[in-house]
T-cell receptor, first 110, second 114 residues
Framework: DAKTTQPPSMDCAEGRAANLPCNHS???????VYWYRQIHSQGPQYIIH???NNETNEMASLIITEDRKSSTLILPHATLRDTAVYYC???????????FGDGTTLTVKP | DAGVIQSPRHEVTEMGQEVTLRCKPI?????LFWYRQTMMRGLELLIY????????DSGMPEDRFSAKMPNASFSTLKIQPSEPRDSAVYFC????????????FGPGTRLTVT
């Protein structure tokens, strides 16, 4: 599975959009991009995934560059409850061995 | 649905003792995953099952670790004998199928080995 690179931390003002980047320059053609988040002391929570096209659900939007070497998770209106560690993972399917990495700690401030 | 259920939530044991962690996946899910999270190594996949059969156990750290899934609604992760370096949070997750992409995680078991 391809490795990912994320900034260790980011801040965002409450009510503003949070844009979390992820680099995955060695991604293979059949690998998906997944995003999970982990709120302190809880289990990780699935957010969204994509292969090539941009995706949107009730939680977030995922923008994948045309060359698929990077992506951005967008939380359109961040709230204090969005403060968490956000993990970007690339792998072929939802099963299989993978490492979540260090992720990005997003702090939403009032 | 109650979500993925793990027990116990906290376990403190002495080095050398046997530890058994338990997981009940979401009903109808046919994939089950065991993860370990530490500050040093992050969140690591230890083993996963499909339809109660272990598919990949290459993440299991050593022979002291074993996992079983006797039926679709129950799995155990056993450490025997336990060591202080096994202290971590252990998560269980389940997924509906490989065709679906969401893994649902349980609340975790915080294990402390003294």
């Amino acid at each position: 599975d391809a490795k990912t690179t994320q900034p260790p931390s980011m801040d965002c003002a409450e009510g503003r959009a949070a844009n979390l980047p992820c680099n995955h320059s060695t991604i293979s053609g059949n690998e998906y991009v997944y995003w999970y988040r982990q709120i302190h002391s809880q289990g990780p929570q699935y957010i969204i995934h994509g292969l090539k096209n941009n995706e949107t659900n009730e939680m977030a939007s995922l923008i994948i560059t045309e060359d698929r070497k990077s992506s951005t998770l967008i939380l359109p209106h961040a709230t204090l409850r969005d403060t968490a560690v956000y993990y970007c993972i690339v792998r072929v399917t939802n099963a299989g061995k993978s490492t979540f990495g260090d992720g990005t700690t997003l702090t939403v401030k009032p | 649905d109650a979500g993925v259920i793990q027990s116990p939530r906290h376990e403190v044991t002495e080095m050398g003792q046997e530890v058994t962690l338990r997981c009940k996946p979401i009903s109808g899910h046919d994939y089950l995953f065991w993860y370990r999270q530490t500050m040093m190594r992050g969140l690591e996949l230890l083993i996963y099952f499909n339809n109660n059969v272990p598919i990949d156990d290459s993440g299991m750290p050593e022979d002291r670790f074993s996992a079983k899934m006797p039926n679709a609604s129950f799995s155990t992760l056993k450490i025997q004998p336990s060591e202080p370096r096994d202290s971590a949070v252990y998560f269980c997750a389940s997924s509906l199928s490989a065709g679906r992409h969401e893994q649902y995680f349980g609340p975790g078991t915080r294990l402390t080995v003294t």
